[in-house]
Nanobody, 119 residues
Framework: VRLVESGGGLAQAGGSLRLSCAAS????????MGWFRQAPGKEREFVAS????????YYLDSVKGRFSISRDNAKNTVYLQMNSLKPEDTAIYSC?????????????WGQGTQVTVSS
């Protein structure tokens, strides 16, 4: 399984970025996909997840209403639309996959993409 993130970069507070994660060597539509982030000196934290069909989503409380996760199963790609960005959103964002929506373990991870939000 290979997961490759893109779309990170520098944004101003209040701005937007859209992250993408392309998956290969996986039956993409079967698996739940998620986004995580890790800020300098902090533990990695869950951001959002989406079920294989896209019908179920779940978000970290602090990003609800600002971030939106979606997927295109025809393109084997999951997205994270980030609006109203805040400096505290600065982190390395990584995508991951697991077997089903309520599975406790995330099996595969991408390398991550840097998101920096300036004030």
């Amino acid at each position: 399984v290979r997961l490759v993130e893109s779309g990170g970069g520098l944004a101003q507070a209040g701005g937007s970025l859209r992250l993408s994660c392309a998956a290969s060597e996986i039956t993409f539509s079967v698996y739940t996909m998620g986004w995580f982030r890790q800020a300098p000196g902090k533990e990695r934290e869950f951001v959002a997840s989406i079920s294989g069909s896209g019908s179920n989503t779940y978000y970290l409380d602090s990003v609800k209403g600002r971030f939106s996760i979606s997927r295109d199963n025809a393109k084997n790609t999951v997205y994270l639309q980030m609006n109203s960005l805040k400096p505290e959103d600065t982190a390395i964002y990584s995508c991951a996959t697991k077997a089903y929506f309520t599975a406790p373990v995330w099996n595969y991870w991408g390398q991550g993409t840097q998101v920096t939000v300036s004030s």
